[in-house]
Structure formats: structure tokens, C-alpha cells
């Protein structure tokens, strides 16, 4: 190899590819993409299940590429150092939480939704995290902020936030939800959106420390049973947690996906529950008191309890268990336009007991399934990713996703959870979520289709 | 457990606090840190290297709570729903990238450094992702966006987004690095800073498609050594890339961190090569082209290259080996105030040849090495956490981190890496990172003071 070999074609290819005037662009975009790639099932088979895509109907030389590509790069781009803390495309404007509002009667006690028909891979940015709050987001100032750790431990402590931060740490990553998610299914016409259904789930790497690593610490006394964490809410959501989770992987988290936490997450430390119900895991955190029993607050008692068919609520379900959603299609990312043929479906899953195993697909409601292949690591008590690669056929599908968890758990049809739980619960509602897909590309929530 | 259980005390307590006046706020910040807090070694040591904070001092209980904590929670906080994508705390608006004004002649071809001194775990917030730009921002529109294919390929193709997104994706972890990272640690008193030594450095989740997926589609002929990646760049930094890498990881990207790439990382799409330089991993990607030899362009010839002490110059170093740096202390977050006692480095390791195995710290200069705690996923490719308890004698240290890789390969220090590779090099200096720590908590850069 020597600077003989340079080959300047490549390099002014630029200027080469301005002479050219194609018609790609004026071309309708949707008609461009039937038009340009055809899926080979036949290779996608051979390749073990990859998707073929092959551009039938054009000669890609760099006589081909459209005339506004040859444009770019011919004027100076922007300044980089404009935003010291950088912003989205002004082409992703779109991309951004959203409110049901008619859902709670205030926006003091709200929710703000993930998009999941936006985001890629497993993470959310901080920016797209989903929020409840009871009482409005609270203003701490991390230096003013203190938390107490009292009551049956052999020595009492004040922490500073930078106290805190001298103990040993973990980095994580977990699934973040309310017990509301998917609650609302059959609820209203708004509700037609993986949005409305699944949004009230994310997905961070939190780091802070190991509540076991500070009890060992300061010592827990014997008695010790519960825990009880207050925040600095408004709305007083203070919640009861038993003492074997503590003691097993609760953590007092300062940041998510390598900051601070955000105001509305609890900043600057929230008590994070791995696999559990958001509502506990108290933001805005100043006190935590141990004790033989729990404290059977407002939370516990009037709300996030569960009507069984008997009448009785049935109080303290804190684990989700195994959930997905199918998210590539879904009513706002349909496939209006396509025909039949090769097509992928995607989309993420989650346990609260530990790492999701396997993933299947069901194209006829149902009846039945097919393994899809995950496409992210199998972190535990995290959102992963799954895609299935299928022949449409062009014929309505209704289409859904089940996983099974690493106890061997699978998530049910919404048929055989009302049949376990009756109707009139409203938390916890991990059902098969089925998505309809019309002949013509349209995709509908069934759960409002049946309302 | 019934409702006779309830302990309204609890719920409360923010009246009770409110009525306790304590003199907590009034204290200086750093003197009840250092009266508040005190590590006892000895609980350390039992506890098997966790460390140990005792409350010496206090009595906490709810009256102990400092009055304007009571405050906290007595009106209604902020709307959630003002920002629908979210941003930081007030508080955090000094965690933020910086550029290095002398470091280019103009801010189209400059650097933005991500402050490692502020970000906690492994991943970098998109928003503070470090960014090197040749010739400026470019702002591209997704859907007038294509990528072009050719050269030795069976099959030629030009791709939309929606193509791109149709083939099976991955999502994984990595770090991305100027190959100048730590270039310029003796080059002025502005870089006494761990954002300037290694701010050229950042990690994310990525998603998109392996570029084996799509050359298993379309077909590698006979002869193709070679990939040339051309961007839509004003300065048209494009590299050759051997195919062997192509083949192993390479992924064409287009998201980060669960949201499209911003456009300064190359949206709507850029190269990635877990563990390469990241100039060759060209951003607002519209052409690859296969051939049997390397192209030899400006950016492999002229710079990005190694002047050997013999007068040489070593082209094509690619892979970044086995790196670190402690960003707990640093001279941006000192020790400033500390007295001795038991003390808690943190740092940051990373290496483009896979896992990091294991990671050493040196309080002497690099005298005596001891391992320190991994507290993150060992992810390949990516920044891991580590960390260190010591009992500090309050004298002056000497600290720095050494990382070993799954190769078995070791950072070298300064003097090994001068020795080994003379005194003319600028890129790729992984040597160890000293800081000095004074006996008053002062943290200056090693490097600046032998300058």
C-alpha cells in the first residue's frame, strides 16, 4: 500500500454527483419505498432468517444518487458548540411526551407519556422518561438536601447528597412503570396509540447505592420488618416496603443514563425498587424509617390495591410480572402503503422477576405462535428488544406479543387475565396487547375496537 | 395485617417537622460534612471494603430534620406537563460540554468535550456526547436521506431510512473516542481538567443494522478488501475501512440512547466500529463502496497518522487499546476541605480490544498498584465503572488507574508509552492519568506541572 493507490474518484465524487439531475426526489416517498425494495423471502430463508432486501428498479452508481444528496456537504455546517447541552433534530420535533387530558382532573396530579412508537433500543432518554406526579414536580437544591435514616437501626443518620455518593455505588440498568400502564385500554378512542397503552414504562441506567451497603453500615435492630420512604411530594406518597427487598436490590439512586436525576424522576435521590411498582419507589426521598410492621398509608389502603371478583382488594402487589407490546407496527407507526411480503416486526418486553427468556409473536390473535429473536442484551429486570422477520400475505393480521420470564412465567391473553382477576381491577394488566392490521395498512387497538 | 395497623405518626410528620427549628442550614456546607460524616476503616475492613458512615454528632429523628427540608412538600410543585421533552435541574446548568477556544482556528472544525467530572455510570446523555466536527453541523432530513452501496457487490442498492430500519437491528452498549483523546495533557494550564484530558471520549446504547446483515443480502464479490465510507461532510472526511472489521461488528447506527442520533453525531445516520477511532466512523452516511484496495484519502495520509521516533509515519492505527481515567477526584471535583480518613476514588475504563478485566489503582505516582471494585456490567467495548476505598493519610498521593483488557494487555504509564513510542505522537495516549492530590485537596494535572 502506497499513496499511488489513492484513487480520486471517490473523493470528488461530489462534485461529480452534482452534475447529475434524477428524479428520485420528486418521486412520492411512499410509492418509492414499494417501488425501490422487494424482500426476498426465498434469501431470506437461506440466510437463517435475516431479511432480504433487494432495490429492484434502480442502478445505484453515484449517477444515482438523488441531486439534493449531491448538495449536502457543498456549504459549511453549523457551529457544534452552540448547544453546551445538545438538542434533538429539528426533524424529531415530534418525537415527545404526551399527556391524556382528560385523564386526571388537574396537571398538579398527572401522567406524561413515553412515545415507544419513537424510541429505538431500550433506553429512554431522560427527556422522554414517562411521569406521575401526585402533588406537581418538586425544586430540590442538592446542597440543601438531607435524608434521615431512622427508627429501628443502631445508628441513626442525616446524609448529605455528597454522603451519599462515598458510599461504594452500582450502575444498573431497569425498567421503570406504573401499575397503571395498559390500564385504560378500553377506555376512549385516544386510547388507539402504543403511547396511551405502554407509556407509562421506561427504561434507564440508574447509578447509586446499595440500600443493604448503608444498613450494613449503620445496622439494622432486630424487629426491623418494613421500611417506610418519604418524599418531599406534596401529596405525601409515602409507601410501606418489606424489609426483604431492601435487603435484596433497593438502591438510592442519584442519576439515570450518566446524570443527575431529573426533577420529576426525584432529584436529586429516589428510592429505586428494581422490577417494582413506580409508587413506591418514593422521589423527592428525605426519610426512611424502619419498623416491625408496615404503615398502611393512603396509598396502600384507598388506592393500588386490586378488586378481586369476591369484592375483597387485595393490597401489596408490588412485582410486574413478564409484559411486552409490540411497537414496529403500532397505531401511530402503521404500514399504510405496504404490500404483501417480507416484513419485521419489533418491539421490547420486561420482567419484574428477573431476565425475560423468550419472546413469541402471534400473527392470528393468538391462536398461534412463533419465536421471535432478541436483539438486545438479556439484562434483568430491564426492557429488551425483540423482532420477528414474517411473509405478510397482505390479509388483516392481528397481530401480538407474549414473553416468558426466567421463572418460567408467561404473560397471558386478556381473555385468561379476566378470567384469573375478573373486571373491575384496573393495576397490573400485562395482557397480550393486540394490535389490528388491516389489509391496507392500518393498525387499530382491539382493546378499543371491543369497548 | 389490617388497617388497626395504620401509624398516622408518619404521615404526619411534615407537620411535626415543620413546628422543630434546628440550625443544620445555617452550618457551612463543608463543615457539617466533615463533622457529620465520619468513616470508621475498622467497620470498613469487616464489612469486606464497603465503606462505613457513621453520624457522630447527631441525634436524627424527625425533630433533626432542618427546617427548611420541613418546608419542602407544603405547596404544590411545578405542572409535569410544561416540558414535553424534558430537561435537566436548574441546579445542574454548569454540567455542560466546553470547547477548547485555542485548540482550532474556527468553531466549523472544533471539539466539544463531554465532562466526565459531572457524569455518573457508564452511559453519556445525548446531550453531552463529546463532538468533533471537520467542517460544521449538518442538518440532514430523514426522509430525503438515501445511502448508497456499490462497488464489489453482487447486488447494488440505494436505501431509504425505512429501508435501513426494515432489516434486523442490534442494540448494544460501546464508547466512542477521538483517537486525540489525552492528546494535549502538556500543551497548557486550560487543560487541568479531566474534561479536557478525556472529554474527547463518551458511551452510549446504540441501535441499527450490522453491515454483515445487509452484505449477506446483497451480495460481497470476490476482491472486496475494502470499504470506503463517504459522508455528506463539507470537508468530506471519509475513511477505508479493512473488510475484516466490516464483517466482525460494524454497524450502520441511527439511534443512541433510545432516540435518533442528533445531527452533530451524524443523524439520520453514521458508521459505527465498536473500539475504532471514531474518524472513521463517518456521520451523515450516503455512500459505501467495496474494493480490493484502501483509498488512502486525505484523513489516512496527512493526519490520523503516527510519527515513529525514527521519522516514519504508522498509518492505520484504528483500535484504541486498554484505557482509564479516576474522575473522582480530579481537579474539577477535588478533595478540597477533606480531612484524612477513608476516601472513595471512581473512575471510568474502557478498551477497543473487548471486555476490561480488571482495573488498578496507584496512590504513589505508580510505585504500588491495588485492584479495584468493577461496579457496572463488564460490557465489551464500552465504558465500565470501577472504584476504591483507601484510608487517606492526608499527605499528598499521587493517584491514577491502570486498565487491563481480556488480551491480557495492561495501560502503560507515561514513561513506558514515551519509551515505547518517543516524544512525537499525538494520537492514542492511553498512558496512565496522574493527578496530584495535596495535602489541602487540590487536584492538578501531573502532566501540566512536568510541562
Redesign the interface.
Known amino acids: 500500500?502506497?499513496?499511488s493507490?489513492?484513487?480520486p474518484e471517490?473523493?470528488s465524487?461530489?462534485g461529480e454527483v452534482a452534475e447529475q439531475s434524477q428524479t428520485?426526489?420528486q418521486e412520492e416517498?411512499r410509492d418509492?419505498?414499494k417501488r425501490?425494495?422487494s424482500?426476498s423471502v426465498g434469501?431470506a430463508a437461506a440466510?437463517g432468517?435475516?431479511?432480504?432486501?433487494?432495490?429492484e428498479g434502480?442502478?445505484?452508481?453515484?449517477a444515482?444518487?438523488?441531486p439534493?444528496?449531491a448538495k449536502?456537504?457543498?456549504?459549511?455546517?453549523?457551529?457544534?458548540?452552540t448547544?453546551?447541552?445538545?438538542?434533538?433534530?429539528?426533524?424529531?420535533a415530534n418525537?415527545?411526551?404526551?399527556?391524556v387530558p382528560w385523564l386526571t382532573a388537574d396537571?398538579?396530579a398527572?401522567v406524561?407519556f413515553t412515545p415507544w412508537q419513537?424510541?429505538?433500543?431500550?433506553?429512554?432518554?431522560?427527556?422522554?422518561?414517562f411521569?406521575r406526579?401526585h402533588?406537581?414536580?418538586?425544586?430540590?437544591?442538592?446542597?440543601?438536601?438531607?435524608l434521615?435514616?431512622?427508627g429501628r437501626v443502631d445508628?441513626?443518620?442525616?446524609?448529605?447528597l455528597?454522603?451519599l455518593?462515598?458510599?461504594?455505588?452500582?450502575?444498573?440498568?431497569h425498567f421503570f412503570s406504573c401499575p397503571a400502564n395498559s390500564a385504560m385500554e378500553s377506555r376512549g378512542p385516544g386510547l388507539d396509540s402504543v403511547q396511551a397503552t405502554h407509556g407509562m414504562l421506561s427504561?434507564s441506567?440508574?447509578?447509586g447505592v446499595e440500600l443493604k451497603?448503608?444498613l450494613?453500615?449503620?445496622g439494622l435492630k432486630e424487629g426491623a420488618k418494613w421500611m417506610?420512604s418519604?418524599?418531599?411530594?406534596?401529596a405525601?406518597v409515602?409507601r410501606s416496603v418489606p424489609i426483604e427487598k431492601v435487603l435484596d436490590d433497593a438502591m438510592l439512586v442519584?442519576?439515570?443514563?450518566?446524570?443527575?436525576?431529573?426533577?420529576?424522576n426525584g432529584?436529586?435521590v429516589r428510592l429505586l425498587l428494581p422490577g417494582w411498582e413506580g409508587v413506591l419507589q418514593t422521589k423527592?426521598l428525605?426519610?426512611l424509617?424502619f419498623?416491625d410492621?408496615?404503615?398502611?398509608?393512603?396509598e396502600e389502603?384507598t388506592k393500588y390495591t386490586e378488586l378481586l371478583p369476591d369484592g375483597h382488594a387485595k393490597?401489596f402487589n408490588w412485582v410486574f410480572e413478564s409484559d411486552s407490546v409490540i411497537t414496529t407496527p403500532c397505531p401511530e407507526r402503521d404500514w399504510q402503503g405496504m404490500k404483501a411480503g417480507p416484513?419485521?416486526i419489533?418491539g421490547i418486553a420486561w420482567s419484574g422477576r428477573g431476565k425475560v427468556e423468550h419472546v413469541d409473536v402471534t400473527l392470528d390473535g393468538g391462536k398461534t405462535w412463533k419465536e421471535a429473536?432478541i436483539?438486545?442484551?438479556k439484562?434483568p429486570k430491564s426492557v429488551i428488544?425483540f423482532?420477528f422477520?414474517f411473509d405478510w400475505d397482505g390479509k388483516p393480521m392481528m397481530v401480538g406479543s407474549r414473553s416468558t420470564d426466567e421463572t418460567g412465567y408467561t404473560q397471558p391473553t386478556e381473555q385468561e387475565l379476566l378470567e384469573q382477576k375478573g373486571t373491575e381491577f384496573i393495576y397490573h394488566r400485562n395482557a397480550v396487547q393486540l394490535w389490528e392490521v388491516s389489509a391496507n395498512g392500518e393498525v387499530h387497538n382491539v382493546q378499543i375496537r371491543n369497548a
Not at 432468517?49 to 432495490?55: K, L, R, T
Not at 445508628?155 to 448529605?160: H, Q, Y
Not at 442519584?254 to 420529576?264: D, H, S, V
Open positions: 500500500m502506497n499513496n493507490d489513492y484513487v471517490v473523493t465524487s461530489i428520485l426526489l416517498r418509492f419505498l425501490g425494495v424482500l434469501a440466510m432468517g435475516a431479511m432480504s432486501v433487494s432495490a434502480f442502478k445505484p452508481d453515484p444515482n444518487l438523488p439534493h444528496i449536502w456537504g457543498k456549504s459549511w455546517g453549523r457551529d457544534a458548540n448547544h453546551p447541552y445538545g438538542i434533538p433534530s429539528k426533524y424529531e418525537v415527545v411526551r404526551r399527556i396537571q398538579k398527572t406524561v419513537d424510541i429505538e433500543g431500550t433506553v429512554t432518554p431522560n427527556g422522554l422518561h411521569v406526579t402533588g406537581g414536580v418538586v425544586d430540590i437544591n442538592p446542597l440543601e438536601w438531607r434521615m435514616i431512622h445508628r441513626p443518620v442525616i446524609l448529605t455528597e454522603d455518593k462515598r458510599y461504594p455505588s452500582v450502575t444498573r440498568q427504561c441506567v440508574y447509578t451497603t448503608i450494613e453500615d449503620i417506610f418519604e418524599g418531599s411530594d406534596p405525601s409515602g442519584y442519576a439515570m443514563n450518566g446524570e443527575a436525576l431529573r426533577p420529576e432529584y436529586p423527592w428525605r426519610r424509617k419498623d410492621k408496615a404503615w398502611w398509608v393512603r389502603n393490597m416484513m419485521k419489533a429473536t436483539t438486545s442484551e439484562l428488544r423482532e422477520l
